[in-house]
């Protein structure tokens, strides 16, 4: 990703730089000081460019897909970083030849060098040169008017009881929290309760809260259901769930004080429940908790997200952990998929070595399950289709036959800051299911450069450790 490869530059170069001071505090050639001088100067402006590029990338990576002319000149940026780092690690490699040898050697390097500061330091100036063009192309062809996409989470809530797999359990349980049925408090109490479920992309998170809120929001006087995304802004999020309790606002003139005040009123005296799905912050939910009466009201809050600190909003007993779905439940959920025009719903025995292979490529994602399974569905079943389709997914081109499943992931990859993104993308260096020995990724984190001294005085063995469990706790890892 763009992003990472800037990111590490810029530490390469910030490295280059710091030699700059021992070098000139030295005794030098007036070519070669000069030659240095140059292409020190062009460093700094190439390390202060990527300083600017690393802020746009971390906004641009999030819509690449969506958007051919930005995608285009993400991977130009990523090129052009790659070239720069060429540049500075035969700086860095000629620079400290020059003081290996006796005098009469490290002469003849120094002054061999200098053609070589002075070709390294137009090589900068061609790749600036180079971005500038390249800036000025994706100014020339961005079409004036169309906002840059971005790939949100959006369910549609609408679950039967028929399509629902090994979540029987946990369905149970938060219709028991949100209603009482079957045993707890019931809605009588005047309170405010929170409820969290939370897991990787893909497990089925958003699935059990929507079939459990079309079931239970009948027992509400108001029921609103508003996705969050990880890019959500405070007034917007207000406004939806406005909009989702049936709020008369006037959005165009009402500000965020206002909205608030608006929907506080509303729900005084009220029975209602609020779905936020898709959370990314635990801030999010303390910048609107206090919009909601707590007196003389019941309020149920469901919040779904991937991370586990959201999941901590609410109490442990309030919390639902989903996990990946057993291979029993694997298979019946594929079945159901890819046969749901047959009368039987199951799979053909001449197929169904290849269906278990799909099915461990899913590695137990419901969403996973459910893309495959609807793509077999449009497919003649038979072995030589199946196939086609096995050796497509071998073949590296799962991006494209399973689009859901690779846009969600590829949301949570980006969504980390870009030391965590070069460990992350350091474990996919292993095979598929290797078992990760905490001590030696460390190490291995370590003695690659990807972790870096923090100010409050954390060991780099802690930080690292830090950044493992960061991961566990965005489900990335497992």
């Not at 909003?313 to 694997?330: G, K, M, V």
Request: proline share 2%; glycine share 6%.
């Amino acid at each position: 990703m763009a992003e990472a490869v800037v990111a590490q530059l810029l530490l390469t170069l910030g490295a280059a730089l710091a030699k700059e001071a021992a070098h000139s505090g030295g005794a030098l050639l007036g070519k070669e000081a000069s030659a240095l001088r140059g292409l020190f100067g062009k460093i700094r402006r190439s390390k202060a460019e990527l300083e600017s590029m690393q802020a746009y990338l971390h906004e641009a990576e999030r819509f690449k897909d969506t958007d051919r002319t930005t995608a285009i000149f993400v991977g130009e940026i990523r090129g052009l970083a790659f070239q720069i780092e060429d540049v500075v690690d035969e700086f860095t490699y000629k620079l400290e030849d020059c003081k290996h040898g006796g005098f009469t050697a490290k002469m003849k390097k120094r002054l061999k060098h200098i053609k070589t500061w002075r070709r390294l330091a137009a090589k900068l100036q061609e790749i600036e040169h180079n971005l500038k063009h390249a800036k000025q192309r994706k100014k020339d062809y961005t079409v004036i008017g169309r906002s840059a996409s971005k790939f949100t989470n959006q369910a549609l809530h609408f679950t039967r009881d028929e399509d629902l797999v090994g979540i029987e359990e946990n369905k149970e349980r938060l219709t028991r929290w949100l209603t009482g049925r079957g045993g707890g408090d019931g809605l009588e109490q005047s309170s405010n309760k929170v409820t969290t479920v939370w897991g990787m992309p893909g497990v089925g998170k958003t699935t059990l809260v929507a079939h459990v809120y079309n079931n239970v929001k009948v027992d509400f006087d108001a029921a609103a259901w508003v996705t969050v995304s990880e890019s959500y802004h405070l007034e917007d999020v207000l406004k939806k769930i406005a909009a989702e309790f049936d709020i008369a606002v006037d959005v165009a003139t009402s500000d965020t004080r206002g909205i608030a005040e608006s929907i506080h009123n509303y729900l005084q005296g009220k029975k209602y429940i609020l779905v936020l799905d898709d959370v990314w912050a635990v801030h999010m939910w303390s910048k609107i908790r206090n919009v909601f009466p707590t007196s003389n009201c019941t309020g149920r809050f469901v919040i779904t997200s991937r991370k586990h600190e959201v999941s901590l909003l609410a109490t442990r007993e309030s919390t639902i952990h989903l996990e990946p779905l057993q291979a029993h439940h694997s298979w019946v959920l594929f079945c159901k998929e890819a046969f749901w025009n047959h009368a039987d719903k199951q799979c053909p025995l001449e197929l169904q070595e290849l269906a278990r292979k799909f099915i461990a490529k899913c590695q137990g994602l419901p969403i996973a399950i459910a893309c495959i399974g609807r793509l077999l569905s449009c497919k003649p079943p038979t072995s030589t289709e199946w196939e086609n389709v096995h050796r497509d997914l071998d073949l590296q081109l799962a991006e494209d036959v399973i689009p859901d499943v690779h846009m969600i992931l590829k949301v949570s990859l980006e969504d980390l800051p870009y030391d965590l993104k070069n460990c992350f993308l350091h474990c996919a260096l292993f095979p598929e299911d290797h078992k990760l020995e905490r001590r030696t990724i460390v190490r291995q984190w370590i003695a690659a450069g990807f972790i870096k001294e923090k100010e409050d005085n954390r060991t780099l063995e802690e930080v690292a450790e830090g950044y493992l469990t960061e991961l566990v706790n965005r489900s990335l890892l497992r």
